[in-house]
Nanobody, 120 residues
């Protein structure tokens, strides 16, 4: 099992910045991918960004200009720096971790979520 603990959410004014952190613990295997998804009220959960343990990043097209994902492999921690926040960024942000087990396939875990509220 892998546990994901998120931090950094909160209330911010439009135009402001936030940095989310997520640390994985437990049976963490490499290589792996860690990332962030978000779910706004009434909408489906969607990818924001993800980064592999090798450093390959993948961003949602709509977020590339304002968001940077990074990670510290030694700490099993992924960061999401969000700038120029807009009201539409309001959502619950979920940390995601997965790795590919050669025998049983993709093993995926989710954090509890951290609320981000952007006031307009």
């Amino acid at each position: 099992q892998v546990q994901l603990v998120e931090s950094g959410g909160g209330l911010v004014q439009a135009g402001g910045s936030l940095r989310l952190s997520c640390t994985a613990s437990g049976a963490v295997f490499s290589p792996n991918t860690m990332g962030w998804y978000r779910q706004a009220p009434g909408k489906q959960r969607e990818l924001v960004a993800e980064v592999s343990s090798g450093g390959t990043t993948n961003y949602a097209d709509s977020e590339k200009a304002r968001i940077t994902i990074s990670r510290d492999n030694a700490k099993n921690t992924v960061y999401l720096q969000m700038n120029s926040l807009i009201h539409e960024d309001t959502a619950i942000y979920y940390c995601n971790y997965y790795y590919i087990n050669r025998y049983i396939g993709k093993q995926e875990y989710w954090g509890q979520g951290t609320q981000v509220n952007v006031s307009s």
